[in-house]
């Protein structure tokens, strides 16, 4: 495998078998330099597994890794996992230290930091100004951000944070997605993982979806996860005496006029609303169609199927990678 500094991980044909369970299957991560990299997939799937693998905690079965460039078991991996931050389990910090002591204290046991490390640290999760104060008045949100601080000790090119929402507070979601966001444009690569499909997307800019340890799609998220349909709910027109159709009435005579658009879209029936396969880009032409019929789009909204709809789509797009061997 050829170095190239373009990729902060790259694995090839990377497997783990535990016993008879394969943890991973022949894995390719290409994860590009200065971008946040969501690895998304249901619990279970591989997600810890992979990043203990490059974190150089596991060893794999089978397969290549480089991270920043150097190749897993050469004398130099050492130094580039030096330059990644992790955080894959919750630091046990100290309830009744202030959150500078804990990230002192902790980061220190690894190796000697000084206070402007710290700093700086503690300025880019926005706690510069509550780091005076006990870690037990913190809310979970900024628990999460101390420890993504931890993390950030000593200026890594590369965080890895695994599910770093799990177990927060809506507030709390929100503060570590906006960090992820802010770490991501100050040109630190961002590997995150989530079994929330919705949370790579909202945060990054790449995604590898893994199922049942095999990679089944990776690429920029705007290509992957885009909208694949659109859900609308219509009433009849304003002005064209007819007498009113019922809603489902309604709804199964515009099913009708947009199967017969001359692009042939798929058209499901739910209730008194309606899928259609369609890109967002066409909902115009959609809306044209059912006017010219005198039927109103009072609603119209960019749908993709559910996340356990499009895992299995994917799982079962991907030869062998529908299930368990
Ligand atoms: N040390 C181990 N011994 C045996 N099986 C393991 C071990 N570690 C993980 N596994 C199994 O490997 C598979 C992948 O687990 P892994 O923890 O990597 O998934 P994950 O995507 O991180 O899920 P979660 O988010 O639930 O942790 C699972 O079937 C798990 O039970």
Redesign the pocket.
């Known amino acids: 495998m050829g170095t190239e500094a373009s990729w902060a991980i790259r694995t090839v044909g990377l497997a783990k078998r535990?016993g008879a369970?394969r943890?991973l299957d022949s894995v390719d991560l290409r994860v590009p330099a200065g971008c946040i990299y969501g690895f998304v997939?249901p619990?279970?799937?591989?997600?810890?597994?992979a990043i203990a693998i490059v974190l150089g905690l596991m060893r794999p079965s089978e397969g290549q890794v480089e991270l920043l460039g150097e190749p897993l078991g050469s004398r130099r991996y050492a130094d580039a996992l030096s330059q990644v931050g992790a955080l894959v389990q919750a630091p046990a910090f100290y309830p009744f230290l202030s959150g500078r002591d804990n990230l002192r204290v902790l980061a220190a046991s690894r190796r000697p930091v000084d206070e402007r490390e710290l700093d700086e640290a503690l300025d880019r999760v926005g706690l510069l100004d509550r780091a005076h104060r006990r870690y037990q008045t913190y809310s979970l949100g900024m628990r999460q951000r101390l420890a993504i601080a931890l993390a950030l000790v000593g200026r890594p090119r590369l965080v890895i944070l695994d599910?770093p929402t799990n177990g927060l507070d809506p507030v709390g979601i929100q503060e570590v997605r906006q960090l992820v966001r802010e770490l991501g444009r100050s040109g630190l690569t961002v590997f995150l993982s989530s079994?929330l499909l919705h949370e790579v997307e909202q945060v990054c800019d790449e995604v590898g979806v893994i199922v049942h340890g095999r990679l089944v799609a990776q690429g920029p998220v705007a290509q992957l996860l885009r909208p694949r349909g659109l859900r609308l709910r219509v009433s009849a027109g304003p002005a064209n005496g007819r007498p009113a159709a019922r809603d489902g009435q309604l709804a199964r005579q515009a099913a009708a006029h947009l199967e017969a658009l001359p692009w042939r879209p798929r058209v499901e029936l739910a209730g008194d609303a309606l899928w259609v396969e369609a890109p967002p880009e066409r909902g115009a032409e959609l809306t044209r169609a059912l006017a010219q019929a005198g039927i109103w789009v009072s609603e119209m909204v960019p749908v993709r199927s559910t996340l356990e709809q499009y895992f299995m789509e994917l799982a079962a797009a991907t030869p062998g990678g529908n299930g368990r061997p």
């Open positions: 535990f369970i943890a997939g619990n279970g799937s591989g997600k810890t597994t599910e079994h």
